[in-house]
């Protein structure tokens, strides 16, 4: 009989600790906020025909290490494109990882203003295996561009940071987007484009005076 009442105890103990372990996984399941910035160092290239730009930037994550270990917050990856990174300060203790990136970005350009047209660089990243249930990004207002940043041939304009969530199929997954935009020089544009066509007419309207 007493064997009985001891094991009924110990089965009640398991239970218990079950039942607990249970909703502290229910608790922790709660999604773990990571906060991204940008710093652009450089715009080096911008390649219209390949649809590509190559960017040099820092990435820097501030996280809460009680939410997400930093090993969980590495788990990223760029959506358009393959840059090199370099791990350049990391502290779990602090919540701190910060990366500098240099690399090839991709996307499709939009000539239907040419030459007068704008473009729009974006940084855009995603985690590899948390979704946006379990994870989400937050846009760092410390992001900015480096005042020295500059690119050939063109203006560098504002820049913006978003956080959207991105579904495939059912799940949905929380994206880090950060965005430039670049613009044509004014004046460049017009001798470029306008001033050829405008002094290729006035020579020829100009024949037309000529004395046979």
């Known amino acids: 009989m007493r064997t009985r009442s ?3 105890a110990v089965v009640g103990v398991v239970l218990l600790a079950v039942m607990l372990n249970v909703k502290t996984a229910d608790s922790s399941g709660d999604s773990a906020n990571i906060s991204v910035g940008v710093w652009l160092v450089n715009v080096e290239k911008v390649d219209l025909a390949a649809s590509s730009y190559r960017l040099d930037f820092y990435l820097l ?3 809460d290490p009680s ?3 930093i090993d969980d917050v590495k788990e990223f990856e760029f959506l358009n494109g393959l840059p090199t990174k370099y791990e350049i300060s990391a502290s779990e203790e602090q919540g701190y990882l ?3 990136v240099r690399g090839d970005f991709i996307k499709t ?3 239907s203003r ?3 047209e704008t473009h729009s660089l974006t940084i855009e990243l995603e985690h590899k295996n948390l979704n946006a249930s379990f994870l989400t990004y937050e846009a760092d207002p410390t992001s900015n561009v480096d005042e020295t940043a500059s690119v050939a041939g063109w203006e560098i304009g504002d820049f913006e940071t978003s956080v959207v969530e991105h579904s495939y199929g059912n799940e949905s997954y929380s994206r880090f987007i950060f965005s430039i935009t670049l613009m044509r ?4 544009s017009f001798i470029k484009s306008v001033l050829p066509i405008a002094i290729i007419t006035t020579i020829s309207l100009l024949t037309f005076f000529i004395s046979p």
């Open 6 to 8: 001891l094991l009924l």
């Open 185 to 188: 020089p004014v004046v460049s």
């Open 61 to 63: 994550f501030r996280f």
């Open 114 to 116: 040419y030459s007068y």
């Open 109 to 111: 350009f939009d000539f």
């Open 67 to 69: 939410e997400i270990s």
């Open 98 to 100: 910060e990366y500098r």
